[in-house]
């Protein structure tokens, strides 16, 4: 059984830095991308980044790039979300998934597993 199992969400101030986890298990995912998608209150669940597990290449949400870092460590089977300079409008629950296939599939098609996800709060 897949399982994704975030950490790291809290509550920081504008301009502050945070950084999100994500533990894999239940496969094997060489395969696989894994990618980063937020939720905001009253808004549709968003992509926000994505990497192969090889990270090889990596693909942002305009919003979010120059600000926040996709990464992997495959000894330890976990997705790293580097987010600094954060912003009020980044509030959201962040949910990690994974995908079999290309990193752009994750954002065309969506994933096939997903985490419980963890709150992000920004305060200005």
């Known amino acids: 059984q897949v399982q994704l199992v975030e950490s790291g969400g809290g509550l920081v101030q504008a301009g502050d830095s945070l950084r999100l986890s994500c533990a894999a298990s239940g496969r094997t995912f060489s395969t696989y991308t894994m990618g980063w998608f937020r939720q905001a209150p009253g808004k549709e669940r968003e992509f926000v980044a994505g990497i192969p597990w090889s990270g090889a290449s990596t693909l942002y949400k305009d919003s979010v790039k120059g600000r926040f870092t996709i990464s992997t460590d495959n000894a330890k089977n976990t997705v790293y979300l580097q987010m600094n300079s954060l912003k009020p409008e980044d509030t959201a629950v962040y949910y990690c998934?994974?995908?079999?296939?290309?990193?752009?599939?994750?954002?065309?098609?969506?994933?096939?597993?997903w985490g419980q996800g963890t709150q992000v709060t920004v305060s200005s």
């Open positions: 998934a994974a995908r079999s296939g290309a990193v752009a599939h994750i954002r065309i098609f969506g994933p096939e597993y």
